[in-house]
C-alpha cells in the first residue's frame, strides 16, 4: 500500500479496521483480537546463521554447555534460550501482548562481524527474515541488516532487500563492529536509503563499553543504553542530518540517555543540527506498565516482545513535521 503519512498513521492505527492488517488479528486468538499495537522493534535469531557459528572457532561464535547454548563474543556471552528462535513463541507473545504488527528483524550479531564472510552472512540472515514476513504477512514486516564493511556489497544488498524481498526499513546497529555510523564512509548508504524513501531503525548491539559494563550484568542494562546515546549523538553532531534532511531516523528506546543530555548537548550543537534532530528523529520507549493516552504521545503503544509480553508506547519528542513519514506498510 502507499506510505502513510506519520499523522494519518497514527490515526488509522487507533482502530484495527484501518490496518492490513485487520482481518487476521479478528480471526486471531481470543488475547489478539482487539489488538491495535505495532512493535517497532522486535527480533529472531537466525536459526542456519547459529548454526554456522557453531562450526566457528573464532569470535563470534555458538557453543553448548550443559544443554545452553551460548553466544561469544569477547567476555560476552549470551545465553539462546529455545525461545529466541520459535515463530509460533513470537506470535503467541504478540497475541498476549496485544501487538498486531512486528517490525521483525535478527537479533544481533549482524554481519559487520563477520569479515569477508560478511555479504553471505547478510543475505542468509535477510532471507530468513524476509520469509517470515511473506509466510506471516500480516503480523510481520521486515527490516535488513547489511555488510557494511563492504559498501559495494550493503548498496546491493539494501536494493536487494527492498525490491526483491519487500522489506520495509533498515536495521542499523549503534557501533558496526566497533566503528560508528556516523563516519563518512557510510554516507552512501544513508543516501541510498534515502533515494529509497527507508526508514533506518537505530539498534545497540554489542557495546563498544562492554569491558567497562560487563560486571553485575551491566550490559544490556547500562551498555545498550550508553551505545545509543553515543551513536545519536554522534549522528546529530556530524551534519548527517543537515546533509539528508529527508532521512528517516527511528531512534528506541528514548535514544539511550539523549534526553537527559540535551540540554548539555544542546550547548554545543549547531542551530542547525539541533532543528534538523528536532525534525527528522522518532523516539520510541518500552516497556510501560500503561497504555499512555498523554497527548505528547503518539496513539500507537509499542512494546518489544523479542524477550517479554511487556508493553510499551512510542513518544515523540518534537512536534516538529510530526507528519513525516513512518515505516511505509
Known sequence: MPSLTRRRFLAASTAAAALPAAPSVAAAPAGAATA???DCQSHLFVPEQLAVMEKRTADPRVFTRDGTRYIQMGDWLRKVPPLYTDVASKLAVMDAAGIALTALSINDPGPEWFGADGPAMAQLQNDYIAGLSRKHSTRFFGLFVLPTQDIRASLAEMDRCVRQLGMKGWLLYTNLAGEFPDER???PLFARAVEL?????L???KPITTDLVKAYELTSTL???FDNTIALTRLIMSGLL???PKLKLVCPHLGGSRSPCSSAARRISSAS?????ARSTWTSSHPCPRRC???SISAVPTSSSSRATTRGCSRRRSSTRCSRSSFPL
Not at 524513501?197 to 531503525?201: H, K, M, T
Open 36 to 38: 491495535t499495537r505495532i
Open 185 to 187: 564512509k557510510f554516507r
Open 197 to 201: 524513501d527507508l526508514p533506518v531503525l
Open 203 to 205: 539498534h545497540p548491539a
Open 223 to 225: 551498555g545498550n543504553m
Open 242 to 244: 543537515d546533509d539528508f
Open 273 to 277: 543540527r539541533a532543528t534538523t534532530f
Open 293 to 295: 493516552a498523554s497527548p
